[in-house]
């Protein structure tokens, strides 16, 4: 079996195609992303990224984080704590 980023030849490889060394390359350079986008980003209770974010990154120098958003309901229509007599 080859790896599909280096073409070596693997006993084992990843889900993704990858040997061991490429697998381990492309998390660390995944977690720092990550850590890059919590410092740019992240704030407690409002915008949130979890360790296994997904990544979309392309071509351009940068690349889209997944994040998790709170969004407040008090006085909409989804209020949970509004008084419905």
Not at 2 to 17: H, P, R, Y
Not at 61 to 83: I, L, S
């Amino acid at each position: 079996m080859l790896c599909s980023k280096c073409n070596q030849s693997a006993e084992v490889l990843t889900d993704g195609g990858l040997c061991e060394n490429c697998y381990l390359e492309a998390e660390e350079h995944r977690s720092e992303i990550i850590q890059l986008a919590r410092q740019e980003h992240e704030k407690e209770g409002r915008i949130e990224i979890d360790d296994n974010a997904k990544l979309s990154e392309g071509n351009d120098n940068g690349c889209y984080v997944q994040a998790w958003v709170w969004v407040g309901f008090a006085e909409t229509t989804f209020d949970k704590e509004k008084n419905h007599d």
